[in-house]
């Protein structure tokens, strides 16, 4: 009972707060300058630009909260596939680390965050996400996966570890809307 009425109490705050802003606005006659200059840019607009520190992280901003991830990070942004990310899912995202993607051949990955190459780019970080919420250990009833980006990625057990693609599963990360499976390597489609 108590929730409710703070829930309540917080919602009259917010609508007299509102209201009161949108008189004073009015008022002065700045309403239309002050919408336009408080909209966030189109590029930061969707769901993944959220504030929201209550909430169980989801698989982009556990990515974001990484300093093994910067690189990750920066080509999502690139791509523009923030707000795939943090969907409802579940999701399975496979997380290559910075030294990952260090490990690509020389010019690799500033090739692929020029502009012009966004879609080829956002192909191969779909190849890194599949739906579902399976912990290391139930990956290993597969022998491969579907991804989003519409291939299919293999699946192997080597002892206790698992490969997704030839990248070995590191660490596994439970989020939100899903799991992060940090890996040592980006896993590049077949074609």
């Known amino acids: 009972m108590k929730t409710t009425f703070k829930i309540l109490f917080v919602a009259a705050a917010l609508l007299v707060f509102s209201a009161c802003k949108n008189e004073t606005n009015t008022e002065t006659g700045t309403s239309a300058e002050s919408s336009t200059q408080n909209e966030a840019p189109a590029s930061n607009q969707g ?37 795939s990310l943090v969907n409802a899912g579940p999701l399975m995202v496979f997380a290559p680390t910075n030294a990952a993607f260090d490990a690509l051949p020389a010019g690799t990955v500033e090739d692929l965050l020029k502009p012009e190459n966004k879609d080829k780019l956002a192909s191969i970080l779909k190849h890194h996400v599949t739906p579902g919420n399976y912990s290391k250990d139930f990956l290993k009833k597969f022998k491969k996966l579907g991804q989003a980006d519409g291939n299919d990625a293999s699946v192997e057990v080597k002892g206790d570890d698992v490969y997704v693609g030839g990248a070995k599963i590191i660490a596994s990360v439970p989020a939100g809307n899903g799991i992060v499976h940090v890996v040592d390597k980006v896993i590049l489609p077949a074609n």
């Open 47 to 83: 769901q993944a630009f959220i504030q929201d520190d209550e909430s169980v992280p989801n698989v982009l901003q556990i990515a974001i909260g990484s300093p093994d991830h910067s690189t990750l990070v920066a080509a999502v942004q690139a791509a523009g596939l923030e707000n």
